[in-house]
């Protein structure tokens, strides 16, 4: 991010705290409930947002060298995301040419080769077909033509691209915006190493896990005992790029910050900046790295969703061997910190608020001024299916 961003946004926080405000939507929305639970929403989003749109599947670091490769199936396609023997990102269709299998089952790994189980048609990791068992037996057929079936994917700044359909684009300036792919550049993701995995399955709609990331109002009331002791609550940040936003947690840190020159201001120490990037990707930058956060919808069921959690540490920052494991026990630390936080308070939050909305009992719930984040990331859904936009009301009383 640069310097002058940093201390505009740093200012801004500090001009909260020193005036009681926090960030300011201008007025209240009402959000109804049934985004959350009606099944043909639901199918609008799944058509529209994850089967047909470019999905973000991770950061460079989790394919770390030539030959690694991960299945990633949220998206109704599987897919088989890799690179090739020269490091090239690639993404396939997880399905044998053959009869069908999935060809690769395990998780993530690293192979030059991948070989369907059921009758060991081999592949090599771009994709291409370059072994079949008893060929005399099965017929002549052109290997050229029955290679997996290649999938868009665009490694940009250190984030994977994967577009679920043969014949999708992807283009991420348009996606993200030039400024935010400006800014996301200067975080050098790709510097980033895997250092940890975790997945929380959640009774909750994925609208409702991602709501949790957009504003601090609840600091002090649900995280008092815990995220509250280190941010302050009732501050935060909050800037549009297109359909994606930028969000900043106020860190605790920013007491000491703000007793510096400006020059040695620095975002991370006064803040953490929590991304957005449509349509499900939290993206959490902290001192040693970032939290990247897939929330990933279930197709048959709005009010389940699942969250895949990846911990990248950055081991650009540390000078000696004992600096670098001290920072990597830091962020693991945090990362642990965090995470129990996201599943055992909001999570928990975002589950109850599906049991009130499968009920039917409100038809509304409120977006108040100091919760802009969430103004803005229903109106972007809502705007990208063509519904109506949830308007802006100066009172809800009624
Ligand atoms: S289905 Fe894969 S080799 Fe037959
Ligand atoms: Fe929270």
């Known amino acids: 991010m640069k310097h002058e961003t940093q201390v505009r946004l740093i200012e801004e926080l500090i001009g909260q705290l020193d005036t009681g405000t926090n960030a300011d939507a201008g007025g209240f929305r ?9 099944p043909e929403h639901a199918a609008k989003e799944w058509e529209a947002f994850f089967r047909n749109h470019p999905q973000i599947v991770g950061l460079s670091g989790d394919l770390p ?3 690694s490769f991960m299945t990633v199936d949220d998206f109704g396609v599987p897919i088989i995301a890799s690179r090739d023997a020269d490091g090239r990102f690639m993404a396939m269709v997880n399905a044998c040419r053959h009869r069908g299998a999935l060809v690769v089952e395990e998780e993530r790994g690293t192979s030059r080769r ?55 684009t992807i283009d991420v300036d348009s996606l993200l915006t030039p400024e935010l792919t400006a800014e996301l550049s200067s975080w050098n993701l790709g510097e980033l190493q895997a250092d940890g995995r975790m997945t929380f399955d959640v009774a909750c709609n994925w609208k409702l896990a991602i709501d949790t ?6 600091f002090p009331s649900l995280h008092q005992n815990t995220i509250n002791l280190g941010f302050h609550g009732n ?30 201001w620095n975002i991370t ?16 930058v902290t001192d040693f790295g970032a939290f990247f956060i897939r929330i990933c919808p279930d197709p048959k069921n709005p009010a389940h969703h699942i ?24 962020q693991r630390h945090l990362s642990q910190f965090f995470t129990d936080i996201i599943r055992d308070e909001d999570y928990v939050m975002s589950a109850s608020q599906q049991v009130t909305a499968n009920s039917g009992a ?37």
């Open 30 to 38: 009402r959000n109804p409930t049934s985004v959350y639970v009606d």
């Open 65 to 67: 060298e030539p030959g």
């Open 114 to 168: 991948f070989t369907c189980r059921f009758h060991s048609w081999t592949y090599d990791n771009g994709g291409a077909l370059v072994g079949m068992p008893k060929r005399e037996h099965f017929g002549a057929i052109d290997t050229n033509c029955h290679g997996l079936i290649r999938l868009p994917a665009v490694e940009k700044d250190g984030v994977l691209w994967v577009h679920p359909q043969p014949d999708g």
């Open 213 to 218: 990331f957009g504003e601090t109002y609840h």
């Open 235 to 264: 501050v935060s940040g909050h800037e549009k790029f297109g359909r994606n936003h930028r969000f900043l947690l106020c860190r605790r840190g920013i007491d000491h910050v703000r007793t510096l020159p400006q020059e040695q």
């Open 269 to 284: 120490e006064a803040a953490t900046p929590a991304y957005w990037l449509f349509p499900n990707i939290q993206l959490i």
């Open 307 to 330: 969250s895949k959690i990846t911990i990248f540490f950055r081991p650009g920052t540390s000078g000696s061997q004992e600096e670098l494991d001290a920072h990597r026990e830091l």
């Open 362 to 398: 409100l038809t509304h719930i409120v977006f108040g001024r100091n919760e802009p984040a969430l103004h803005h990331y229903h109106n972007t859904y809502r705007a990208a299916l063509g519904m109506e936009l949830l308007p802006l009301l100066s009172d809800v009383n009624d």
